[in-house]
């Protein structure tokens, strides 16, 4: 079964095509890559498949769910990492993960502690947000998509703001969390970090997915993703 | 020049995008015509033009009061209140600027909107109802007004910003100003006012005018020098109340959320006591200083009712600047549920800082008749709110500088307040029949705000 599907899906705004009939799959498994330049769509998808936005046309499924008509329930059924979210800025991360388990409707208890010592913001628990470093955010935010262990998860350039220790530790753990079965579908510029954690790549330019990749073949057939990805995007451009 | 004009332009551009040109442009026009309907009411209820005028200029200070006491919350509002569109106020991040340099171009830039966009209008409406209950209107004499006008509210700003400085040095001074200020003003009986663009007003000349706009320029240094803009770099640490104040609100976890923003951002539950006072402010200040009870208002517990339901608005302005929707894109939350969860939060704040001034009101100032203001304050606000959510849904702060959208609020508004307002000075000859009137009539706006807010939950 697929974890996410789409179908001829394009958003517009305005007179600008974000995304041009994307269409793509992803195995329920899978630990998907989605690569693109600079204004390539990347975010637009996520928005799309977490319910955050319509398309303008074209269908998503997301764990047999369409996220256009329900976008509560898909999102009951995920863990989102938005590229431009901040936790609640008078919340400490203590209380807000309290209040992601309310409205998740699930205890986490013991997981808010582990989370902040597997990322190293357990002395921040109980600082107002706002006070925290963007690193510091960014860590709950990650700490929030994964608490309630999801069977999918969206992260959108997890990465961005963290120190190297952490960003290992952040990598080790996707890669572990998808050998667990779950299914992650990564969004990132970074070509070398999905080259590092991700099974399956997809390459989008123009809101149009241009290549798709298969990380494992490319490594036996002695390729580099980074001199594919020049190729796919620079080849059209 | 060189930080003012381009902020001019970013401000513009700013409102233009959200609203058109002429949107936003056409704003000045719908203020002139809801000041020049109220002064016509004003003028046919009694009173004489002259008090017009200073009735206008005591209502631009308390507005620039509203206005300057941003700086109240000025280091949650570096990212919150401002939000990142006022990119050129943080020019001094990159720029060989300093911040107090930047801030202070940025609050001149602010005086100039305001000017253009409701000083200006409010004074030239005094033209058309001069013309029809006065007679007499000279360039000279609109000129003088206008003058005072703004001096009046670039006092005010001045004053709640000197008083915002004092407070980011230590948190007691501004009270401490306030008491010195009423007792200054009890004690000269009234005459610290010529030292106000009143007296400018009063007896225009060059000796007054240095005594009118001293004043100005003393709290505006005062304050550019006095505020501490590092103040408040520690990280702030809270023990976990969320869960208790989720039971508090049986089990309403957004609410819980929405309150703590609100009591944990800078300022506290203070800048919500202090912007419903504002209009307490006004009113007490009428009821001292131009004898409304004696003259116009025969329930005046009822007419404030009234008017502390029109200033939660407010409230709803505070809970929407620190909780926005972005705050809930990764969790399984729709907008029905956070409209639900703001109508509580509003109920829970709103109501009992409005109870407690209009019970303040009575017992110190003895506006008097409090039983229909105590049942017509509850039911005038959930028609306020109803119609603000409506209309605004989760972005009051920014949809009500659209001219249209803004003449449909006011509109709303005023069908409401209005006839409750003609029921507080009907009251002097009919009181039965005037307060069951005022309780039936806020009962049945209660209902359609209630159906308003249901509509607004499906438009938004």
Redesign the interface.
């Known amino acids: 079964m697929n974890a996410v599907e789409t179908d001829g899906l394009t958003k517009k705004y305005g007179d600008l095509t974000a995304l041009d009939g994307l269409s793509l799959e992803v195995e329920e498994g899978e630990l998907f890559g989605l690569l693109g330049p600079n204004g390539a769509g990347k975010s637009s998808t996520i928005e799309i498949l977490?319910g955050?936005t319509e398309p303008t046309s074209g269908e998503a499924r997301v764990m047999g769910v369409d996220p256009v008509e329900n976008?509560?329930?898909?999102?009951?059924r995920m863990?989102?990492?938005?590229e431009r979210?901040d936790p609640?800025?008078?919340?400490?991360p203590?209380?807000y993960f309290?209040?992601?388990g309310?409205?998740?409707g699930v205890e986490l208890d013991g997981s808010v502690d582990e989370w902040a010592s597997r990322l190293g913001f357990d002395d921040?628990l109980?600082?107002?947000s706002?006070?925290?470093s963007r690193g510091q955010k960014q860590k709950v935010?990650f700490a929030?998509?994964f608490v309630h262990e999801p069977e999918l998860v969206f992260i959108d350039e997890p990465l961005t703001n963290l120190d190297p220790i952490v960003q290992e530790r952040v990598k080790k753990f996707i890669v572990e969390y998808n050998h667990r079965g779950n299914t992650v579908f990564l969004s990132t510029h970074d070509i070398k970090v999905a080259e590092e954690v991700c099974t399956r790549v997809g390459i989008i330019q123009d809101g149009k997915l241009v290549a798709e990749k298969d990380i494992a073949e490319l490594k036996e057939n002695g390729e580099d993703l980074i001199d594919e990805f020049m190729n796919e995007v620079e080849g059209r451009a | 020049m060189r930080l003012l004009r381009p902020m001019l332009k970013e401000e513009w551009r700013l409102h233009s995008r959200l609203f058109g040109s002429a949107g936003f442009g056409a704003f000045p026009l719908v203020v002139f015509v809801i000041s020049a309907v109220a002064y016509f009411g004003v003028l046919a209820s009694g009173f004489s033009f002259p008090e017009l005028e200073r009735g206008v200029q005591y209502v631009v200070f308390f507005l620039g009061l509203s206005v300057g006491s941003v700086g109240f919350v000025s280091r949650?509002a570096v990212?919150?209140l401002l939000g990142e569109s006022n990119l050129l106020v943080f020019s001094s991040r990159t720029l060989p600027v300093s911040q107090r340099r930047s801030i202070s171009v940025f609050v001149v830039k602010d005086l100039v909107y305001y000017s253009f966009l409701y000083l200006t209008p409010l004074v030239v409406a005094l033209v058309p109802v001069a013309f029809l209950f006065d007679g007499t209107v000279t360039a000279a004499g609109v000129a003088l007004v206008w003058v005072a006008v703004n001096a009046a509210f670039a006092l005010g700003v001045a004053v709640s910003f000197f008083a915002a400085a004092l407070h980011t040095r230590n948190r007691h001074l501004p009270l401490a100003g306030v008491a010195v200020g009423a007792a200054a003003l009890y004690f000269t009986g009234g005459a610290l006012l010529s030292y106000t663009p009143l007296g400018f007003y009063e007896s225009p000349s060059a000796v007054t005018a240095a005594m009118a706009f001293a004043p100005i320029a003393v709290f505006s240094v005062a304050g550019i020098y006095v505020f501490d803009a590092d103040r408040g770099g520690?990280?702030?640490?809270?023990?976990?109340?969320?869960?208790n104040l989720?039971d508090l609100l049986r089990g309403e976890?957004?609410a819980?959320?929405m309150v703590?923003?609100l009591t944990?951002?800078s300022g506290g539950v203070w800048k919500i006591f202090f912007s419903v006072g504002i209009l307490f402010g006004v009113f007490v200040f009428l009821v001292l200083y131009v004898d409304l009870v004696a003259n116009i208002v025969a329930a005046p517990g009822l007419a404030f009712a009234v008017l502390l339901a029109i200033s939660t608005v407010s409230v709803y302005h505070w809970i929407n600047r620190?909780?926005r929707m972005?705050?809930y894109?990764?969790?399984?939350?729709?907008s029905d549920e956070v409209l639900r969860a703001k109508a509580v939060t509003f109920a829970v704040v709103s109501v009992p800082v409005a109870y407690a001034y209009l019970f303040v009101g009575v017992a110190v100032f003895g506006f008097g008749e409090i039983a229909a203001g105590v049942v017509v304050l509850p039911l005038a606000t959930t028609y306020v709110f109803g119609v603000t959510v409506y209309l605004t849904g989760t972005e009051p702060n920014e949809l009500l500088l659209d001219s249209a959208l803004f003449s449909v609020f006011t509109a709303a508004i005023v069908v409401v307040a209005v006839p409750l307002f003609v029921a507080s000075i009907a009251h002097l000859r009919f009181p039965t029949e005037a307060t069951y009137f005022a309780v039936g009539f806020s009962a049945v706006s209660a209902v359609v705000g209630y159906v308003l807010f249901g509509r607004a939950k499906r438009k938004w």
């Open positions: 977490t955050q976008p509560v329930e898909a999102r009951s863990g989102v990492l938005p979210e609640p800025s008078f919340l400490t203590r209380e309290e209040f992601v309310d409205v998740r921040k109980d600082s107002i706002m006070d925290l935010m929030q998509a | 949650d990212e919150n520690e990280t702030r640490s809270y023990r976990d109340v969320y869960p989720r976890g957004l819980a959320k703590l923003d944990r951002s620190f909780d972005e705050n894109t990764s969790l399984p939350v729709d």
